[in-house]
Every structure is written in structure tokens, then in C-alpha cells.
Nanobody, 116 residues
């Protein structure tokens, strides 16, 4: 059974940092691209970052490119999102995704709130 479990979401002040984690199980983790998406209240889910399975090629949304870093540890079946210089606009539920061909799996999300 495929599981993606996000953690690390919290309330943080503007300018602060957080590291999100996503623990995966039930599939061959290293062969899947892993992504982070987010959904703010009243808005559609939007792409944040993605990292490929074997070559660790990374791509980012324009809004997060200079502040967020996606990484993965294939030995731990875990993908991370390091978020720095957080802004109130980063407030959202952050979702972890796994992708290979037509297979797409999603976690339940973790709440990130950026507020003073």
C-alpha cells in the first residue's frame, strides 16, 4: 500500500525557515520523481518543486526558486523541502507527490502558516 506522510509544517514568522519531510512507502522510491505542491485557501493547488528519481535533477516554481530547496534521501525513502525567507504568501497546505509515467500518488498535506 502506497503511503506518503508529510511532516514539519508549523506556524513561523516572516523571514523564518522550515524543513518539510515526506516519508514514502509501498513503492520503489528511487525510481519515482518526487514533488511538492501547495494549496492556499481559496486557490488552486500549485507546483512548488520537483526532483527526479535517479539523477536528482531539480526544477522549481519561479516564486520559490531562490528560497526553497528540494532534496531526497533514497536510503530513507524521504523527500525534503527546505524553505527559507518565508513570506505570508507561502501560507498553504503543502503536499508531497510521487510520479512515474501515469502513476501519481499524493500525501495528505501539512499546514504551513507564515504570520507575525
Amino acid at each position: 500500500q502506497v503511503q506518503l506522510v508529510e511532516s514539519g509544517g508549523a506556524l513561523v514568522q516572516p523571514g523564518g525557515s522550515l524543513r518539510l519531510s515526506c516519508a514514502a512507502s509501498g513503492f520503489t522510491f528511487s525510481t519515482y520523481a518526487m514533488s511538492w505542491y501547495r494549496q492556499a485557501p481559496g486557490k488552486e493547488r500549485e507546483f512548488v518543486a520537483i526532483i527526479s528519481g535517479l539523477t536528482n535533477t531539480r526544477n522549481y516554481a519561479e516564486s520559490t526558486r531562490d528560497r526553497f530547496t528540494i532534496s531526497r534521501d533514497n536510503a530513507k525513502n524521504t523527500v525534503y523541502l527546505q524553505m527559507n525567507s518565508l513570506k505570508p504568501d507561502d501560507t498553504a497546505v503543502y503536499y508531497c507527490g510521487a510520479h512515474r509515467g501515469s502513476s501519481n500518488f499524493w500525501g495528505q498535506g501539512t499546514q504551513v502558516t507564515v504570520s507575525s
